[in-house]
């Protein structure tokens, strides 16, 4: 089955699901809400705590004045990936309590404690960070080709709607040793376009690229599970990932922000694979403590519960 149909089956599953576990009554959710807190004690409590404090950092939190009232909190007519995937975490706490939220690719830091998938690594504080549009995002898979096995090429394939990008694909549009090319949407230039490739087929490269677009690079998290090379600049938005906390050539090969050192590196991790293997298994291991669904409903559920503690709700 190739990865695109697993991906619609997987969405038509998260949507039937998710419809059937919002029809079953709050009351029921919130009298587990403590078990699930309580399971926290079976981790490491720095895991814990370190990631904690990374999604909400304010121990004061000023709530926005056109927050929900949970009992309110209804799914809208688009971005309903977002309120799925935070109704189901919202559904274990009192419906007297507030959220406020951003749904979509946030590229600005919010004035008030505000909920929402990404955020610029330089943030104030006041962006909280929920796993949110994760059937998208959230992407990771099993790669059966061995990096040794893989063609020395750099690939990408994207839409060129920011000049991150249009740089990129403008140099290294014909470039031998690339398969760089845009992806031609609804709309937009034909200039640099190349044919789309599949996940399977970027992955018979040996490195690939990840650039950001209106917020995070999509590809991320699936590359870093994979066998290839993470190619990328320094990120400059971060998600539920933790991209802030990614070290360059450790987790990723540094580039310069024009992309002038990148054929360079391509050669030297062609002839040093010891190096670029370290590199991907330690991309690989960031990628595993993802993968604890236990641990990641506990985060997500705590994050909330601090969410509404540092708002002054608790004890309403």
Same mark, same amino acid.
């Given at each position: ?150 063609? +020395?090429?750099? =690939? ?6 920011? /000049?991150?990008?249009? !740089? $990129? ?115 690989? +291991?960031?990628? =595993? ?6 641990? /990641?409903?506990?985060? !997500? $559920? ?15």
């Amino acid at each position: 089955m190739s990865f695109i149909s697993t991906v619609r089956k997987s969405k038509l599953a998260f949507y039937i699901t998710n419809s059937i576990q919002l029809a079953i009554p709050k009351f029921f959710f919130q009298l587990r809400k403590n078990y699930w807190l309580q399971q926290v004690k079976k981790y490491p409590a720095k895991t814990i705590s370190d990631r904690l404090d990374y999604y909400l950092s304010s121990e004061n939190g000023v709530l926005n004045k056109e927050a929900i009232i949970l009992k309110d909190f209804k799914r809208p007519k688009k971005d309903t990936m977002y309120f799925y995937d935070l109704a189901k975490y919202t559904k274990y706490f009192k419906t007297s309590f507030k959220v406020h939220h951003n749904f979509g690719d946030i590229e600005n830091n919010q004035e008030t404690l505000t909920i929402v998938k990404s955020r610029p690594i330089q943030h104030t504080g006041n962006s909280v960070l929920m796993k949110l549009n994760q059937l998208r995002h959230f992407k990771f898979i099993t790669d059966p080709i061995p990096f040794s096995k893989k063609k +020395d090429i750099i =690939a990408w394939r994207g839409a060129i709607h920011k /000049e991150n990008r249009r !740089s $990129l694909v403008a140099q290294y549009y014909n470039h031998p040793k690339c398969d760089i090319g845009h992806i031609k949407l609804h709309t937009g230039e034909a200039i640099w376009e190349k044919p789309f490739l599949t996940i399977e087929e970027q992955l018979e490269n040996k490195f690939l690229l990840s650039i950001e677009g209106n917020d995070v690079a999509t590809n991320l998290k699936w590359i870093f599970s994979s066998n290839s090379l993470c190619f990328m600049p320094t990120p400059k938005f971060e998600t539920w990932f933790m991209e802030g906390k990614l070290i360059p050539n450790v987790h990723y090969v540094h580039i310069k922000d024009d992309y002038s050192d990148m054929l360079e590196k391509v050669e030297y991790y062609s002839k040093n694979e010891d190096e670029a293997l370290k590199i991907i298994k330690n991309a690989n +291991d960031w990628v =595993a403590q993802f993968k604890d669904k236990k641990l /990641e409903k506990i985060i !997500s $559920l705590l994050v909330l519960d601090k969410y509404f503690s540092v708002t002054n709700q608790q004890y309403k």
